[in-house]
């Protein structure tokens, strides 16, 4: 990982409004995948660098990995399934996760999980089963921390547009955000982060393209 802002990639130089010094930056090639701690107060910024590119995220409370990111406890304390700028992300223990303090798309997923094996197969034929997916990119890089496959719990698909019809049928469609897009995330607790740079191509999650994702962390600040 990069260590200081010097680091920076220069697609990741010169951002908006950003909310402290950064500490870490990093461009997630298409496909990619990571895992990370995000301490409490810090916070991370994803940005969408060439647009309509899905981040699958998930997290874990750093010091009782057994609580996880959690859509239901999110969406009933929320009492909408829509999250953005104001909104936070809940642990299935109900703890406050994280904040989201800045989005500059307010278009997010919380319904449709992550790309796997099981779905590709039943989708696009057995040809497809083992083709990259989120939930074994998620899998591969939490497996430092002990977790399982069986442990990932369902993503927050951040930039991917899932929208919900009148009588409850839900579609996906190409995402709206544009190049340099982003959203932010502030960590209420110690955390540890996965993001699966969403690898998907047979269907306009993506644009039917995997591309570029950027990534920084930036320091609390002093209350």
């Known amino acids: 990982m990069p260590t200081s802002a010097i680091d920076r990639p220069a697609d990741l ?15 997630l090639a298409p496909k990619g995948r990571v895992a990370f701690e995000l301490e409490q107060g810090e916070t991370l910024r994803i940005v969408d660098l060439d647009g309509q590119q899905v981040a699958d995220f998930i997290c874990f409370d750093k010091n009782n990995m057994a609580d996880k990111i959690s859509h239901s406890t999110t969406v009933m304390l929320k009492g909408n399934i829509n999250l953005t700028t104001g909104d936070y992300i809940y642990s299935v223990d109900a703890w406050r996760m994280l904040e989201i303090t800045r989005d500059t798309v307010g278009r997010h997923d919380i319904l449709a999980g992550s790309c796997c094996p099981g779905l590709n197969r039943m989708r696009y034929g057995s040809e497809a089963e083992h083709q990259p997916n989120c939930r074994e990119n998620l899998a591969a890089v939490m497996a430092p ?26 579609g996906v469609i190409a995402p709206i955000s544009k190049p340099g897009d982003s959203i932010d995330l502030k960590a209420e607790r110690d955390l540890v982060v996965a993001i699966s740079n969403c690898p998907q191509e047979r269907n306009v999650c993506n644009g039917f393209k995997a591309t570029r ?11």
């Open 13 to 27: 130089r010169h951002l908006p409004d950003e909310p402290g010094p950064c500490r870490w930056a990093e461009v």
């Open 145 to 170: 921390y002990g977790v399982k496959l069986t442990e990932i719990p369902y993503t927050f698909n951040i930039f991917m547009n899932v929208p919900v019809g009148p009588n409850g049928d839900i």
């Open 213 to 223: 994702l950027g990534l920084l962390i930036y320091a609390g600040q002093p209350s």
